[in-house]
């Protein structure tokens, strides 16, 4: 597909084929006052050279120089060239909907690859070509497990990211959802007793995240079968694919939905990321999206399609599986490529230095008198503290010294008032850990 | 393939095969033509509730994934299960062993808008012709 923009004949000869005489009349049922009167305040044009310069004086507002500790759903990994120099080869970082098998064979057995390399890590049969992000996946997943039982009661962990819910409540909101939230306990984990109280016969899915938003991770077999004794669906949420690294597979899920930045996708500003959606083989066709499958062609060579896009948009319209997704191709083929470079046991070598050096973090923290770990159930790469001031204050000193905090767990929880969620990755040098103690130590004695 | 004299057609290719309140539905010979190589069917469940003129379930093929609608109303007494394992079936014998589900009619006599096999047969040679107008 190309993109060229039309040459004044080329507008007037379309404008006359379908009667209208100019664009201003073409598009005069657009009430006057919601049409723009005036040219559209844009900077004029820039030569090459000067676009260069706006560039690198924009690069140069970048902050360097900062460690991070910041995680809550979005995770600075180790990041290899080789990826980058893949994505941009030409055939996959410019084609758009690549999927006619004749011609976008590349593409479809990459598609594959993802899909295959999700369904080995969630511990399911059959995972999809990928959709926006973790946050659009869970929702996606919500919806599905509506459509296999049926019933449109959803408990949904108060543990789930905040941003994941606020997601799935704006899609209930008006689609007669009813979404209700299991509280946690104690230590951190989803509150048992408050979900076997909740669960009954009218709800389809309960929906959970391990390591969940303190970072604590959850057990799976219980809730399996706590959701099952009444016929609901368990939907399982990660935000830290890295976790599979180390933690079983999430096999007891009905629906696994992922979030899969950690596989060599840059922070960035909060995107592009690429979800993911793991399921059984049995309700692959409520699956939203699309799904890449091996064949042979007509000379019995491996071959790849499409599959299941008879169920899509662009052919169901109205009636297709689900019209707010997409396939994030290129997001996921970054995450193939960055997985096929780490292997097996790079990713549990990742993994395993992810909570070692988390564990030691904690363990510095904990020296400093007043700071005691909230939730004693075991983590992964992100544990939360209870400071003995305010972690908004605490992190404005931390900045000053090239330090990016943890996230203040109070924005979004307003019971947790002096709550800090630390992340540490395989990325965070040993000696920057113990800067950031030392930071946090100083922090905490400035005067008020 | 023969249209069964003794059926009732839809416009939208179902038929339905009447004995006593109890009926027997199914797609058309035409529509698993037009469909092509049948490869999953979703039907409704024993005891639910079926509504002349709405949709009860779908029919994928390798073409197009079709919505099936209800030639009358009625409760479900009974799915073709094969088909999940067999939807061929469907492709093979449309009329007989691809049936889909078996219903209790609400009210049996009232099956007016069904059209008779020779009203179906001329309405789907207009079809054909239509189509390839």
Redesign the interface.
């Known amino acids: 597909m190309r993109y060229l923009p039309k040459s004044p004949a080329e507008r007037q000869a379309m404008l006359s084929a379908i009667g209208a005489k100019s664009i201003d009349a073409l598009f005069s049922s657009i009430p006057e006052r919601y049409r723009l009167q005036e040219a559209l305040k844009l900077p004029g044009p820039l030569s090459e050279t000067e676009v260069i310069d706006f560039f690198k004086a924009r690069a140069a507002e970048n902050s360097v120089g900062y460690t991070s500790f910041l995680g809550a759903g979005v995770y600075q990994h180790l990041r290899s060239v080789v990826t980058d120099a893949i994505i941009q080869r030409g055939e996959f970082l410019t084609s758009y909907t690549p999927y006619q098998a004749e011609i976008t064979q590349g593409t479809l057995q990459a598609i594959f690859e993802f899909q295959t390399l999700m369904c080995q890590l969630t511990g399911q049969e059959v995972a999809n070509a990928s959709m926006y992000d973790g946050s659009t996946a869970t929702t996606e997943a919500v919806l599905m497990a509506e459509r296999l039982t049926g019933r449109r009661r959803i408990l949904v962990a108060r543990s789930l990211h905040p941003e994941y819910r606020d997601v799935l409540k704006t899609y209930a909101k008006n689609s007669g959802l009813h979404v209700e939230e299991i509280p946690y306990s104690a230590n951190g984990t989803l509150d048992q007793k408050a979900l076997e109280a909740a669960l009954q016969d009218d709800v389809a899915a309960v929906v959970m995240q391990s390591p969940n938003f303190f970072g604590v991770v959850e057990l799976l077999p219980p809730l399996r079968d706590a959701a099952h004794s009444s016929g609901a669906l368990l939907v399982t949420v990660i935000t830290e694919g890295v976790s599979l690294g180390l933690l079983s597979p999430p096999g007891e899920a009905d629906i696994v939905a992922m979030e899969a930045q950690s596989f060599g996708l840059a922070p960035s500003y909060g995107g592009p990321f690429a979800g993911v959606i793991a399921s059984r083989d049995k309700f692959v066709r409520q699956m939203p999206g699309r799904l890449a499958g091996q064949t042979t062609d007509s000379e019995g060579r491996r071959g790849f399609v499409l599959t299941l896009a008879t169920r899509e948009q662009h052919i169901r319209r109205e009636r297709a599986t689900s019209n707010i997704c997409t396939n994030q191709a290129l997001c996921a083929l970054a995450a193939t490529v960055h997985l096929t470079l780490l292997g097996k046991e790079g990713l549990r070598e990742m993994a395993h230095q992810n909570l070692s050096k988390a564990k030691f973090a904690l363990a510095e923290l904990e020296k400093i008198p007043g700071i005691r770990r909230a939730f004693d159930a075991p983590f992964f790469n992100e544990f939360t503290v209870v400071l003995p001031r305010s972690v908004k204050i605490v992190n404005a000193y931390l900045q000053r010294e090239k330090i990016i905090g943890p996230f203040v767990l109070g924005t979004a929880y307003p019971e947790l008032t002096k709550h800090a969620l630390v992340c540490v990755t395989e990325t965070t040098p040993r000696a920057e850990i113990e800067r950031f103690a030392a930071a946090v130590r100083r922090a905490l004695e400035q005067p008020l | 393939m023969a249209y069964p004299a003794n059926y009732r057609y839809t416009k939208e290719h179902e038929w339905l095969d009447l004995e006593g309140d109890l009926a027997l539905i199914g797609i058309t010979d035409y529509a698993q033509h037009e469909l092509g190589d049948v490869v ?1 069917v ?1 039907l409704p469940k024993v005891g639910s509730k079926i509504e002349a003129g709405k949709t009860f379930g779908t029919v ?6 079709s ?1 099936i609608y209800a030639p009358a109303s009625g409760e479900v007494v009974e799915a073709n299960d094969v088909l999940h394992s067999t939807p061929e079936k469907i492709n093979t014998d449309p009329h007989g062993a691809g049936w889909l589900i078996k219903v209790r009619l609400g009210n049996p006599s009232d099956l007016g808008g069904l059209m008779d096999s020779a009203a179906y047969e001329l309405y789907i040679a207009s079809e054909s012709k239509e189509a390839s107008a």
């Open positions: 999953f979703e994928e093929s390798v073409k197009a994934v919505d």
